[in-house]
T-cell receptor
């Protein structure tokens, strides 16, 4: 059974710091890994999708890496801003799930960027 | 471009009452559709998924059911709500196929059963 873990569960940093969020998964047979952001009481916003054949993806101040063999992904946020405060979730899609393409989620990291 | 709509945004229902949450997707055809629940302090749990009209798969036994009467419409229902059905319900879609494209989520429905 695929298990997805995110560390730390919560993180508080001052504005301007660079930070790293971690995601690990137990089954390396994945199609891809997707990072989401969730603001309080809101739905999920897709940030980055990394296919299993890729090692990293970048979007603005965000950079996500994937090491499938070790079951790890990191989300790097450069020059953090108070507007980055949210819960960050990673999710994997299992390669053996067939056409269903179900997402398996981690429990998230709650990020607070202090002004 | 594709968009996903979920309604209502919030709902307060008494125990034993029926439930109907609706999700529609625009701008695509034959998407995979999913219902997730996010309980307080817990991760997202997959409840149902559908790969086509009338095709529903349940991930966990529960008091809820799902239906897909049209290609881009996904409905979550219950005949009699329980207190434990309270939570944040999220609908999601992605294109099917073996390479699992990006998934997109709606804004969610906050359900409180009283």
């Amino acid at each position: 059974k695929q298990e997805v873990t995110q560390i730390p569960a919560a993180l508080s940093v001052p504005e301007g710091e660079n930070l790293v969020l971690n995601c690990s998964f137990t089954d390396s047979a994945i199609y891809n890994l997707q990072w989401f952001r969730q603001d309080p009481g809101k739905g999920l916003t897709s940030l980055l999708l990394i296919q299993s054949s890729q090692r990293e993806q970048t979007s603005g101040r965000l950079n996500a890496s994937l090491d499938k063999s070790s079951g790890r992904s990191t989300l790097y946020i450069a020059a953090s801003q108070p507007g980055d405060s949210a819960t960050y979730l990673c999710a994997v899609t299992l390669a053996w799930g067939g056409a269903t393409n179900k997402l398996i989620f981690g429990t998230g990291t709650l990020l607070a960027v202090q002004p | 471009s594709q968009t996903i709509h979920q309604w209502p945004a919030t709902l307060v229902q008494p125990v034993g009452s029926p439930l109907s949450l609706e999700c529609t997707v625009e701008g695509t055809s034959n998407p995979n559709l999913y219902w997730y629940r996010q309980a307080a302090g817990r991760g997202l749990q997959l409840l149902f998924y559908s790969v086509g009209i009338g095709q529903i798969s349940s991930e966990v036994p529960q008091n809820l059911s799902a239906s897909r009467p049209q290609d881009r419409q996904f409905i979550l229902s219950s005949k009699k709500l329980l207190l434990s059905d309270s939570g944040f319900y999220l609908c999601a879609w992605r294109l099917g196929g073996l390479r699992a494209p990006e998934a997109f989520f709606g804004q969610g429905t906050r359900l409180t059963v009283v």
